[in-house]
C-alpha cells in the first residue's frame, strides 16, 4: 500500500508524461475514492490522489485547520520526491490548494479550485449537530440537503449519501471547523500561479458567487461552470470535468525532475 509521510495515496502514471505531476485533493470527510476514475487517471499525466490524514486508508487523526492539512501535503511532496506540481482540490481541498499556492509558492505549479471559495463557512446549527453524536444525523440530512447531485444516477446519490452517513463523527467535526475558520479573502491577489476555477451553477454547499469571487481576486485566473451540477460537480460531470482539467494542464509548462 503506497504511503508517504503518513499519507495514502493512489499514484496513477499516465504514460508519454506531458505534463506537471497532479496532486487531487479531497474534501471534507471524504478519500481518493471521492475523485472518479476518468479523473484519478487522466490521460498524459502522473496523478497522485491523496488520503488526507485520518482519512481513508491514511494514518494517524485529521488535522484541525486548513493550514495543518496544507503542511501535511507539503511533508508529503517531500517523501514522494516531489519538488513542484498542479493541486486540484475540491471543496476544503481547495482551500488546502489556495492556501499551498498563498504560503508555498515554490511548490505550486498551478491551482485547479472545484466547488469552493475563499471563505467556506458552515451554519452554526450544522456544526452543533455534528459535534454530538446523538444529534450527528441532523447534520447529515442538513448537508445532504445542502450538497444534493441533480444531475448523478440514483446509485450515485445512495453511495454519497451512505458515505457521508458513516464518516466517523470526530473526523468530519473537525473537517468542517476547519472549513469554517478558513479565510483567504485578504490574500488571494498575492497569488501568481495559472488557476482554473469550477462549479455547478447549482451547488447551494459553496454557491456559484463563492467561484465567481475567486476568479475575481486571483489574478489571470479563468472560471468555468457546469449548468445545473451540484456541489459533487466532479462525481456528476467526470468526463466535462476530467476535459477542463485536461486542457487546462496542458497550457501549464512541464518541467521534468518535478
Not at 447549482?202 to 489571470?220: H, N, V, W, Y
Amino acid at each position: 500500500m503506497p504511503i508517504a509521510a503518513g499519507i495514502y495515496y493512489f499514484l496513477h502514471e499516465g504514460g508519454r508524461l506531458t505534463r506537471p505531476p497532479l496532486v487531487l485533493i479531497h474534501g471534507a470527510g471524504g478519500d481518493h475514492l471521492s475523485w472518479p476514475p476518468e479523473i484519478r487517471r487522466l490521460a498524459n499525466t502522473r496523478a497522485f490522489t491523496l488520503d488526507l490524514p485520518g482519512h481513508g486508508k491514511s494514518e494517524g487523526p485529521g488535522r484541525q485547520s486548513v493550514t495543518d492539512y496544507a503542511d501535511s501535503v507539503i511533508d508529503f511532496m517531500y517523501a514522494a520526491g516531489l519538488s513542484r506540481a498542479v493541486f486540484i482540490g475540491h471543496a476544503l481541498g481547495g482551500a488546502i490548494a489556495l492556501t499551498l499556492a498563498i504560503d508555498h509558492p515554490e511548490c505550486v505549479a498551478g491551482i485547479g479550485l472545484i466547488s469552493t471559495g475563499p471563505r467556506l463557512p458552515i451554519a452554526s446549527s450544522v456544526l452543533e449537530n455534528a459535534a454530538n453524536p446523538t444529534t450527528y444525523i441532523l447534520a447529515v440530512q442538513s448537508l445532504q440537503e445542502l450538497m444534493r447531485i441533480p444531475l448523478a444516477s440514483k446509485n450515485l446519490k445512495d453511495q454519497t449519501f451512505r458515505h457521508l452517513s458513516s464518516i466517523r463523527p470526530t473526523l468530519f467535526h473537525g473537517d468542517l471547523r476547519a472549513c469554517d475558520q478558513f479565510d483567504e479573502t485578504s490574500r488571494l491577489d498575492a497569488i501568481r500561479t495559472p488557476a482554473l476555477v469550477l462549479c455547478g451553477t447549482g451547488d447551494q454547499f459553496t454557491p456559484r458567487r463563492f467561484s465567481e469571487s475567486l476568479a475575481e481576486q486571483i489574478p489571470g485566473a479563468a472560471l468555468q461552470t457546469i449548468e445545473g451540477a451540484g456541489h459533487l460537480v466532479m462525481l456528476e460531470q467526470p468526463h466535462r470535468v476530467a476535459g477542463l482539467l485536461s486542457v487546462f494542464l496542458a497550457a501549464i509548462p512541464y518541467l521534468p525532475g518535478s
